[in-house]
C-alpha cells in the first residue's frame, strides 16, 4: 500500500502547484470561480490529511505485515477519503462543466442531464458514504458494493457525456474560428479528452475492485479520482495562462478574462469568431 501513499502526494503536490498557479495568475476570476477553486483545494487537503493519518496508524504505528489487510485499521476514516470526498468533488467539477455547456452551446437538454447524472452521482455517493460508515469492522466493505456501483455508472456517464459533447462542440467551432483561436481550442479539446476518459475509467475501477477483488485495492482508484476532479477543473482554468515570450505563446487579438470562452464572438471578427 506503500505506493498508494506516494501518489496520493504526488497528486498533491501537482494540486498545489496548479492552485499557485491560479492564485497568482488570475486574482480578477469572478468569486464564484474562486469559491469553485477553494472548495476543491479544501476538500484535496482534509482528504490527503486523513489518509495518511490512516497510513501513519497502519504501518507506523502497529506491525504492517499483521494489518496489510486489516479492514477495521485501514477504513477508519475511509468514507471520508473515499466516498464523500470524491463524490463532493465530482459533483462541483460536473456542474462546473455543465454550467460551461450552457453558456457556450445554449443548449438546455444537455446541460440538464448532465446536471441529472451529476446529482444522481452525488446521491449514490452519499449513500455509500453511509454505508462505508456503518460498516462492521473488520470486514471489506462490501455492503457499499451497490451504492458504488451506481456512484461510478453515473459518474463514468456523466463525465463521457460531457467529454463527448464539448468534444464535438468544439471541433465544430473551430471551423469556424481563426488560426489563434483554433490553437486555444485544441488544447481544450486535448484536455477534456485526456480527464474525461481518465476520470471515467477510474469511476469504472473502483466499483468493480471494491465488489469484486477487496482487499482494499479500490483504495487506488478511490482515493485518486477526486484529485483527478480538482486537477482538471484547475487546469482548465490555468489553460489561460501564456508565458510570456514562450515557445507556444499564441498571437490572441482577444483577451480572455475568467473561462467565458462564450465571449469571443464580440472580440473577433465577426467572419472568424466562433458562432453560438
Known amino acids: 500500500m506503500f505506493p498508494v501513499q506516494d501518489l496520493i502526494m504526488a497528486s498533491r503536490l501537482a494540486l498545489v502547484r496548479l492552485y499557485y498557479l491560479y492564485y497568482i495568475a488570475f486574482p480578477n476570476d469572478k468569486k464564484i470561480t474562486k469559491a469553485i477553486v477553494g472548495f476543491v483545494y479544501s476538500v484535496g487537503t482534509i482528504q490527503t490529511l486523513v489518509a495518511l493519518h490512516d497510513f501513519y496508524k497502519s504501518f507506523c504505528v502497529m506491525d504492517s505485515s499483521a494489518v496489510l489487510f486489516d479492514d477495521a485499521v485501514f477504513n477508519s476514516f475511509m468514507w471520508l477519503t473515499i466516498p464523500l470526498s470524491s463524490t463532493l468533488v465530482a459533483t462541483v467539477a460536473q456542474l462546473f462543466y455543465a454550467h460551461r455547456i450552457y453558456v457556450l452551446?445554449?443548449?438546455?437538454?444537455?446541460?440538464?442531464?448532465?446536471?441529472?447524472?451529476?446529482?444522481?452521482?452525488?446521491?449514490?455517493?452519499?449513500?455509500?458514504?453511509?454505508?462505508?460508515?456503518?460498516?462492521?469492522?473488520?470486514?471489506?466493505?462490501?455492503?457499499?458494493?451497490?451504492?458504488?456501483?451506481?456512484?461510478?455508472?453515473?459518474?463514468?456517464?456523466?463525465?463521457?457525456?460531457?467529454?463527448?459533447?464539448m468534444f464535438r462542440f468544439l471541433t465544430i467551432q473551430m471551423g469556424r474560428s481563426s488560426k489563434t483561436t483554433q490553437a486555444l481550442l485544441t488544447r481544450i479539446k486535448r484536455l477534456l479528452l485526456e480527464t474525461g476518459l481518465l476520470t471515467a475509467v477510474l469511476a469504472t475501477t473502483y466499483p468493480l475492485l471494491l465488489a469484486l477483488v477487496g482487499n482494499n485495492t479500490y483504495a487506488i482508484p478511490g482515493l485518486t479520482l477526486g484529485?483527478?476532479?480538482?486537477?482538471?477543473?484547475?487546469?482548465?482554468?490555468?489553460?489561460?495562462?501564456?508565458?510570456?515570450?514562450?515557445?507556444?505563446?499564441?498571437?490572441?487579438?482577444?483577451?480572455?478574462?475568467?473561462?467565458?470562452?462564450?465571449?469571443?464572438p464580440r472580440r473577433e471578427s465577426?467572419?472568424?469568431?466562433?458562432?453560438?
Request: hydrophobic share 40%.
Open 227 to 264: 484529485k483527478i476532479y480538482s486537477n482538471s477543473i484547475l487546469v482548465l482554468l490555468n489553460n489561460r495562462f501564456t508565458i510570456v515570450g514562450g515557445r507556444n505563446e499564441p498571437g490572441f487579438e482577444f483577451e480572455a478574462d475568467s473561462y467565458h470562452l462564450s465571449e469571443l
Open 105 to 165: 452551446s445554449r443548449k438546455k437538454v444537455v446541460t440538464a442531464v448532465v446536471t441529472i447524472l451529476a446529482l444522481a452521482q452525488l446521491s449514490f455517493g452519499l449513500i455509500s458514504t453511509a454505508d462505508f460508515a456503518h460498516d462492521i469492522p473488520g470486514e471489506s466493505p462490501i455492503s457499499g458494493s451497490m451504492s458504488a456501483v451506481g456512484w461510478g455508472a453515473a459518474g463514468m456517464t456523466c463525465d463521457l457525456l460531457i467529454t463527448v459533447y
Open 270 to 276: 465577426t467572419g472568424h469568431g466562433i458562432q453560438e
